[in-house]
């Protein structure tokens, strides 16, 4: 009759080992002689080597026998009197499982107590490949990512320029045509395309004579720039000005430098749009059956509603512009190279936060999905530097112990669910679904940080921009026929 092995303790996964290393554990009861190598191996990351003496090896081996002698059931025996030879012989298996388990937990617990190396992922490190030695010392090696080290510049005192603009009438009509633009209808148009109509077209993209992608049935709005997942042309409006149902006009651009498919990248691409109908939207009548579908009373109420919203995005603009500059400022000396592996995980996160802090400040879908484009373009750089000026606002954070209050989150969830019309408790459920809460939480985080310092900042204000008609339109397609998955919209159905 052998032991339960359902009651012997699994193997360490490594998540565990991950949690070990980054924030180490209770104060274990036996202190471990190990001989513990930390070297740099590349841009943050560390290459650890664990020695455990076999003296230790040993005092766990004793353990798990005492233990196994005291509670083991075996015929012939009474329990706690079975011999030890007889323990070590029958349970060989079981003992050498729970030896190694206690080994790599413990040891791992005491590296991440003595040594605080602040790993921002799981070690590289494969636990079922490790088995103790029959005789002599045990020792296992592993690669960790960590946060970079560096030392906080003096942020008080940054001199800031802040855009400042007042919210006028021409920019609420901007807005309330763009607004109920979402509402509107397409309607046949029988003469030449003009700016701001639609097309529908097949789109064909080739580089050196070899087709690379293609893309049927899209419907293109007629503005200045058409933005691809990985490329953009400029001019599209005069392109596709005067085009009519049935016609073919070509464009030539560059495949972004940051584009998925390395090898395409910065080369060029022939676009061909055969265009099978041209469209016009027919806006809705401002009447008071539409304007109780949006919850308001009168014409008046509806631009009221658009000035709060345009005054926010005005705050986030100012944010946005002073948050640069600061950031800029706190990041001069931030030369430390990150590795490339890191970024790339990253670059999805860093793409969705800021998209989720437009949602928040009520841009359109339209300039969102405007925006994603733009920073796919951009993805490994943009990434780079929002990860530099993470570790140091999350380093600045820390400094000044600064913490994401529950309240915190539902606040910025209440503005979010304003600006989609749904209530809280939906709204919080799609963050959940989609991740993004913990994005939420990092974000708010960081406002925090860059809060800080603008408080201890000298302000310069300065006439700002005002907001300019759409110019670009956005499609969710690659010329290089990369798969292209939006971005989480919390507020998409």
Not at 30 to 55: E, T, W
Not at 189 to 194: F, R, V, Y
Not at 198 to 206: G, I, R, S, T, W
Request: glycine share 4%; charged share 30%; hydrophobic share 35%.
């Amino acid at each position: 009759m052998s032991a339960d092995e359902n009651d012997l303790p699994e193997s360490p996964s490594e998540e565990a080992v991950g949690t070990a290393v980054a924030e180490g554990a209770a104060e274990a009861p036996f202190k471990m002689s190990l001989s513990i190598d930390i070297k740099n191996a590349g841009p943050c990351k560390k290459h650890v080597r664990v020695q455990v003496p076999r003296s230790d090896i040993d005092h766990f081996f004793n353990d798990v026998v005492k233990e196994l002698v005291t509670n083991a059931a075996v015929p012939g025996f009474r329990t706690g009197h079975v011999p030890r030879s007889l323990i070590v012989k029958r349970f060989k298996k079981e003992v050498e499982e729970q030896v190694r388990q206690k080994v790599l937990t413990q040891s791992l617990q005491q590296l991440g107590e003595d040594h605080q190396l602040d790993a921002i992922n799981e070690p590289d490190l494969d636990v079922e490949s490790l088995l103790l030695p029959e005789e002599g010392d045990f020792s296992y090696e592993f690669d960790v990512e960590v946060r970079p080290e560096f030392d906080l510049p003096n942020y008080a005192g940054l001199k800031v320029k802040r855009p400042v603009r007042k919210v006028t009438d021409v920019d609420v009509q901007n807005y309330l045509e763009k607004y109920l633009a979402q509402f509107g209808q397409l309607v046949p148009h029988d003469g030449p395309a003009e700016l701001g109509d639609y097309v529908l077209a097949n789109l064909k993209f080739e580089t050196n004579g070899k087709e690379l992608s293609h893309s049927a049935d899209r419907q293109i709005r007629i503005r200045p720039v058409l933005r691809f997942t990985d490329a953009e042309v400029t001019g599209f409006d005069k392109l596709m000005t005067g085009v009519k149902p049935g016609e073919t006009r070509h464009a030539e651009t560059t495949i972004s430098v940051e584009a998925s498919q390395q090898e395409l990248r910065g080369e060029p691409v022939q676009i061909t749009f055969e265009v099978t109908d041209v469209q016009r939207l027919r806006l809705p009548e401002l009447n008071a059956e539409f304007l109780s579908q949006l919850s308001v009373e009168t014409e008046d109420a509806l631009r009221d509603e658009i000035r709060s919203m345009l005054e926010r995005q005005v705050t986030y603009d100012q944010r946005q512009a002073t948050r640069r500059q600061v950031l800029e400022q706190i990041t001069a000396s931030a030369d430390w190279d990150l590795p490339e592996s890191l970024v790339r995980r990253q670059v999805d996160n860093a793409l969705h936060r800021e998209l989720l802090e437009m949602q928040q400040a009520g841009f359109t879908d339209d300039e969102i999905r405007a925006r994603q484009n733009e920073l796919m373009q951009q993805q490994i750089s943009t990434t780079r530097q929002a990860l530099k000026e993470h570790f140091v606002l999350d380093k600045l954070a820390t400094q000044e112990k600064l913490q994401v209050t529950p309240q915190d989150k539902e606040t910025e969830i209440a503005y979010m669910a304003m600006q989609r019309g749904e209530s809280p408790r939906k709204m919080r459920a799609r963050l959940e679904k989609t991740g993004l809460i913990e994005n939420l939480e990092a974000q708010i985080l960081e406002r925090k940080a860059v809060d800080v310092v603008l408080e201890k900042a000298e302000f310069v204000d300065v006439p700002g921009t005002a907001s300019q008609p759409d110019e670009v339109e956005a499609l969710d397609v690659s010329v290089c026929a990369q798969e292209v998955v939006p971005a989480p919209q919390p507020g998409a159905g």
